[in-house]
């Protein structure tokens, strides 16, 4: 069974910076994509960033967060992270990390993150970012 636990969400002030760490355990991450979503109250959940790991690795991020985000991953913890700089209130929301089950198209599932692609997914921090 997958399961994801996120950590690192606080109140910062605008251009701070913060880092979510997402805890995995039984997902191979050969292979394998994870995301970050974001939900702001009365907004849709967005894709933020993802990672695929599989002959090599690869990112994908929102137009939002480009060069802002970074998402990275240590094998060795099992832990995927987001790392958040020059924040702004608008990044204020839930955020969430997930994980694609298994497929013949993960990659092109990673890359559009979707969240109906994305099958198991943690409880969420806040991150609350103040002018």
């Known amino acids: 069974q997958v399961r994801l636990v996120e950590s690192g969400g606080d109140s910062v002030q605008a251009g701070g910076s913060l880092r979510l760490s997402c805890g995995v355990s039984?997902?191979?991450?050969?292979?394998?994509?994870v995301g970050w979503f974001r939900q702001a109250p009365g907004k849709e959940r967005e894709g933020v960033a993802s990672?695929?790991?599989?002959?090599?690795?690869?990112?994908y991020y929102a137009d939002s967060v480009t060069g802002r985000f970074t998402i990275s991953q240590d094998n060795a913890k099992n832990t995927v992270y987001l790392t958040m700089d020059d924040l702004k209130p608008e990044d204020t929301a839930m955020y969430y990390c997930?994980?694609?089950?298994?497929?013949?198209?993960?990659?092109?599932?990673?890359?559009?993150?979707?969240?109906?692609?994305?099958?198991?997914w943690g409880q969420g921090t806040q991150v609350t970012v103040s002018l």
């Open positions: 997930a994980a694609v089950a298994p497929s013949w198209d993960i990659t092109t599932r990673c890359a559009r993150r979707v969240a109906s692609d994305f099958a198991d």
């Open positions: 039984g997902y191979r991450f050969s292979r394998n994509c």
């Open positions: 990672i695929y790991t599989g002959g090599g690795i690869a990112t």
